[in-house]
């Protein structure tokens, strides 16, 4: 379809009445039906042809009039724009000029690498890989000839005698915009076969095969991010049941950070924190629509300017595209809330408004409307569909396979929600007594901020069996990572692919009278797993008891492939943990406490928000609601789990307390005067009932 925005072929044409000029709205609506009725039709044969290849996950029928909407408007808007060209060519009296066929080919050439060439980079991967070639060649076969009927009336007389009988003309300029509309898609799909065509995800689908100099020799990288995984669950970490044998052996294999923390206790602010290496103040993601700022460049943009090809695998809206993870990811595979989505137009669309929004900074609001017309034949609830643990493998390992043999190290982040609520353990994961096939949480979550609001206690059973089929989740989550490892094993991989596993933040099992998360920063919702498995490049079986960050991981990341944060990128507050992992085991306990990070954490949840500091000693928490405010005091060697606060009882610790609340204070307000002002994200009405479906957004 954005073949058809450089052409303009019935504009090219003189008007339809011979001797008159012909009005702007008769030229509008002449050229306009005739785009938007070919460009419909288009979309209309694409999206039968997903249909028949049980391509679509959702919205089935459905599809059929998104489809006709979607490339409808297309077809309009590339109609405008060549009217406009040929408007503004007029003026320029191009009949005066009469310039040759190698000036049309040199301006056709310039406006189709204009474009071309950024859909190659967002969509394709590689311009010089076969589906690349075609839809470039596709692009300037079209291109030379249209841009030259647009821009110069002359090479008509190249064109052919026969555009000049007038309804050969309207023929003509039907079947420019048709092309114009079709020919990337045919020749993505003819060329590049089934794995070039988004199916479930909302982003395209890249065949990426370029080698870039000096990347050859780096290794894969691959984060896990198990959503919602408190580090206690785990066998490894000391739990009693066997929630984790595949996580145990990989950290068996590698590193495991025993005591590490996030920076928020839910999932954007988290992840956003860990993907920059930057705590959430500075990073201003807490709302709910809230984006990540456009001067942030979180790892995958990072690691794909040092050379890597970069694919998110999120079954968590708010680690969306959407949200500004997409930067840098040239593969994005998610929950999908329209089903326009599987639409190849979709997702060039969708790279074109980031473009159009971040990197130009234009107002978000045609996009807004566009996608609410297309969203149009749905209803809110049904037209979405989640992907759980086996289908974002299975992506995962075709974006690994596509590009074997290219020579170029690929990122891929994997998220996933089997460990979020509602819990629904996979079958043969249920092995403890008490776990249900699902679990909701008990209503109310939305209200929760502790210690000013607590739930009710539930009773001992609900409890119980909230708990055991929480632990099912944990081991259906340890069977998919277990999953990944095995085929990057069976693919000679797993030597040579940095493998980090870790989740955004922990849950609430009534810890402290909540459940859920997000309603405070208490040691179950921040200390998180976090282990690194790379054979050829870290030690096996080392065990890490000095407290470190989620914020560390990118520095860590960055110095272990010595690649270099980009020139733009803002400065990191994490630091590298290759000092830790790379120390020999032995060391006594004193000089494991001296290298303790503090971790510092932030949350705003409704009206209410909470700071907290975590230095290895002591864990102070400032919780604010209204008015109050409260500080708490923990003895974080005698009461890791928070349970006695200390400045409720002591003179010195109330006095400590409020000294490290000060500074705490501090720290947060310069932090958040670096923020960069974060414009809000485009909710469509599917996204928030999904978020609702979460347990945000709520009131
Ligand atoms: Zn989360």
Same mark, same amino acid.
């Given at each position: 379809?954005?073949?058809?925005?450089?052409? +303009?072929?019935?504009?090219?044409?003189?008007?339809?009445?011979?001797?008159?000029?012909?009005?702007?709205?008769?030229?509008?609506?002449?050229?306009?039906?005739?785009?938007?009725?070919?460009?419909?039709?288009?979309?209309?044969?694409?999206?039968?042809?997903?249909?028949?290849?049980?391509?679509?996950?959702?919205?089935?029928?459905?599809?059929?009039?998104?489809?006709?909407?979607?490339?409808?408007?297309?077809?309009?808007?590339?109609?405008?724009?060549?009217?406009?060209?040929?408007?503004?060519?007029?003026?320029?009296?191009?009949?005066?000029?009469?310039?040759?066929?190698?000036?049309?080919?040199?301006?056709?050439?310039?406006?189709?690498?204009?474009?071309?060439?950024?859909?190659?980079?967002?969509?394709?991967?590689?311009?010089?890989?076969?589906?690349?070639?075609?839809?470039?060649?596709?692009?300037?076969?079209?291109?030379?000839?249209?841009?030259?009927?647009?821009?110069?009336?002359?090479?008509?007389?190249?064109?052919?005698?026969?555009?000049?009988?007038?309804?050969?003309?309207?023929?003509?300029?039907?079947?420019?915009?048709?092309?114009?509309?079709?020919?990337?898609?045919?020749?993505?799909?003819?060329?590049?076969?089934?794995?070039?065509?988004?199916?479930?995800?909302?982003?395209?689908?890249?065949?990426?095969?370029?080698?870039?100099?000096?990347?050859?020799?780096?290794?894969?990288?691959?984060?896990?991010?198990?959503?919602?995984?408190?580090?206690?669950?785990?066998?490894?970490?000391?739990?009693?049941?066997?929630?984790?044998?595949?996580?145990?052996?990989?950290?068996?294999?590698?590193?495991?950070?025993?005591?590490?923390?996030?920076?928020?206790?839910?999932?954007?602010?988290?992840?956003?924190?860990?993907?920059?290496?930057?705590?959430?103040?500075?990073?201003?993601?807490?709302?709910?629509?809230?984006?990540?700022?456009?001067?942030?460049?979180?790892?995958?943009?990072?690691?794909?300017?040092?050379?890597?090809?970069?694919?998110?695998?999120?079954?968590?809206?708010?680690?969306?595209?959407?949200?500004?993870?997409?930067?840098?990811?040239?593969?994005?595979?998610?929950?999908?809330?329209?089903?326009?989505?599987?639409?190849?137009?979709?997702?060039?669309?969708?790279?074109?408004?980031?473009?159009?929004?971040?990197?130009?900074?234009?107002?978000?609001?045609?996009?807004?409307?566009?996608?609410?017309?297309?969203?149009?034949?749905?209803?809110?609830?049904?037209?979405?569909?989640?992907?759980?643990?086996?289908?974002?493998?299975?992506?995962?390992?075709?974006?690994?396979?596509?590009?074997?043999?290219?020579?170029?190290?690929?990122?891929?982040?994997?998220?996933?929600?089997?460990?979020?609520?509602?819990?629904?353990?996979? +079958?043969?994961?249920?092995?403890?007594?008490?776990?249900?096939?699902?679990?909701?949480?008990?209503?109310?979550?939305?209200?929760?901020?502790?210690?000013?609001?607590?739930?009710?206690?539930?009773?001992?059973?609900?409890?119980?069996?909230?708990?055991?089929?929480?632990?099912?989740?944990?081991?259906?989550?340890?069977?998919?990572?277990?999953?990944?490892?095995?085929?990057?094993?069976?693919?000679?991989?797993?030597?040579?692919?940095?493998?980090?596993?870790?989740?955004?933040?922990?849950?609430?099992?009534?810890?402290?009278?909540?459940?859920?998360?997000?309603?405070?920063?208490?040691?179950?919702?921040?200390?998180?797993?976090?282990?690194?498995?790379?054979?050829?490049?870290?030690?096996?079986?080392?065990?890490?008891?000095?407290?470190?960050?989620?914020?560390?991981?990118?520095?860590?990341?960055?110095?272990?492939?010595?690649?270099?944060?980009?020139?733009?990128? +803002?400065?990191?507050?994490?630091?590298?943990?290759?000092?830790?992992?790379?120390?020999?085991?032995?060391?006594?306990?004193?000089?494991?406490?001296?290298?303790?990070?503090?971790?510092?954490?932030?949350?705003?949840?409704?009206?209410?928000?909470?700071?907290?500091?975590?230095?290895?000693?002591?864990?102070?928490?400032?919780?604010?609601?209204?008015?109050?405010?409260?500080?708490?005091?923990?003895?974080?060697?005698?009461?890791?789990?928070?349970?006695?606060?200390?400045?409720?009882?002591?003179?010195?610790?109330?006095?400590?307390?409020?000294?490290?609340?000060?500074?705490?204070?501090?720290?947060?307000?310069?932090?958040?005067?670096?923020?960069?002002?974060?414009?809000?994200?485009?909710?469509?009405?599917?996204?928030?009932?999904?978020?609702?479906?979460?347990?945000?957004?709520?009131?």
């Amino acid at each position: 379809m954005t073949g058809g925005q450089p052409a +303009p072929p019935a504009a090219a044409h003189p008007p339809a009445k011979a001797g008159r000029p012909e009005s702007l709205t008769h030229e509008l609506r002449r050229v306009a039906g005739a785009a938007t009725a070919t460009a419909a039709a288009f979309g209309l044969v694409e999206a039968v042809v997903r249909i028949l290849r049980d391509e679509v996950a959702i919205g089935g029928l459905r599809l059929l009039p998104a489809a006709a909407l979607l490339y409808g408007v297309l077809g309009a808007a590339a109609a405008v724009a060549q009217v406009a060209v040929r408007r503004v060519a007029a003026r320029l009296g191009p009949r005066a000029r009469q310039p040759g066929w190698h000036v049309a080919a040199g301006t056709a050439l310039a406006v189709i690498a204009g474009i071309a060439w950024p859909i190659n980079r967002a969509w394709i991967g590689d311009a010089f890989s076969p589906a690349g070639l075609a839809v470039n060649g596709a692009l300037l076969l079209l291109g030379v000839p249209v841009v030259a009927c647009g821009l110069l009336p002359s090479c008509e007389r190249v064109v052919g005698a026969a555009t000049r009988v007038r309804w050969l003309r309207v023929r003509t300029a039907v079947l420019v915009v048709a092309l114009g509309t079709a020919l990337p898609w045919v020749a993505a799909v003819v060329v590049g076969g089934d794995s070039d065509a988004p199916s479930s995800g909302s982003g395209g689908r890249p065949r990426a095969s370029g080698t870039a100099a000096g990347a050859g020799e780096r290794p894969n990288v691959l984060l896990i991010v198990l959503d919602t995984l408190r580090a206690d669950r785990l066998g490894c970490q000391g739990h009693r049941a066997a929630t984790s044998p595949q996580l145990d052996a990989l950290a068996a294999r590698g590193v495991r950070f025993a005591e590490c923390f996030a920076a928020a206790p839910y999932t954007k602010p988290s992840v956003a924190s860990l993907l920059t290496g930057r705590l959430p103040p500075r990073l201003g993601v807490d709302p709910f629509g809230a984006r990540l700022p456009a001067g942030e460049r979180p790892l995958a943009a990072m690691l794909q300017a040092a050379g890597y090809r970069a694919g998110l695998f999120s079954a968590n809206a708010f680690v969306a595209p959407t949200f500004g993870f997409g930067r840098g990811v040239e593969q994005y595979v998610g929950p999908q809330v329209s089903p326009a989505a599987a639409l190849i137009g979709f997702h060039v669309l969708a790279r074109l408004r980031d473009a159009w929004v971040e990197a130009a900074g234009l107002p978000e609001a045609p996009w807004r409307w566009y996608e609410a017309l297309v969203s149009l034949p749905f209803d809110r609830s049904g037209a979405r569909h989640d992907p759980r643990a086996p289908e974002l493998v299975a992506e995962l390992l075709r974006f690994v396979d596509a590009g074997a043999g290219a020579g170029r190290p690929w990122f891929a982040h994997l998220q996933l929600m089997e460990t979020h609520a509602p819990y629904r353990p996979a +079958p043969g994961q249920r092995v403890f007594a008490d776990a249900r096939a699902e679990m909701g949480l008990p209503e109310g979550a939305a209200h929760l901020f502790l210690p000013f609001r607590a739930a009710l206690p539930l009773p001992e059973g609900e409890l119980a069996a909230l708990n055991a089929t929480y632990d099912a989740c944990v081991r259906t989550a340890d069977a998919a990572v277990g999953e990944v490892v095995a085929a990057l094993e069976a693919r000679g991989l797993l030597d040579s692919t940095i493998v980090i596993v870790t989740s955004d933040h922990g849950e609430e099992f009534f810890d402290h009278g909540g459940f859920g998360h997000g309603h405070s920063l208490h040691r179950e919702l921040l200390h998180v797993p976090l282990i690194w498995c790379a054979p050829e490049r870290l030690p096996a079986g080392r065990v890490v008891a000095s407290q470190v960050r989620l914020i560390d991981v990118v520095p860590t990341l960055l110095e272990l492939l010595d690649v270099a944060a980009p020139p733009d990128a +803002p400065a990191l507050d994490g630091e590298s943990l290759l000092p830790l992992l790379r120390r020999r085991s032995g060391e006594s306990a004193e000089e494991e406490g001296a290298t303790d990070r503090v971790a510092v954490a932030t949350v705003e949840w409704g009206g209410s928000s909470a700071m907290a500091l975590r230095d290895g000693q002591r864990t102070v928490i400032v919780a604010r609601d209204g008015g109050d405010e409260r500080v708490q005091y923990f003895d974080a060697l005698a009461d890791p789990n928070e349970q006695s606060d200390l400045a409720a009882s002591r003179a010195e610790a109330a006095e400590a307390a409020a000294t490290a609340a000060a500074t705490l204070e501090a720290l947060i307000r310069q932090l958040a005067s670096d923020r960069v002002s974060t414009p809000a994200a485009t909710l469509d009405p599917a996204t928030k009932a999904l978020l609702e479906q979460l347990g945000y957004l709520g009131g």
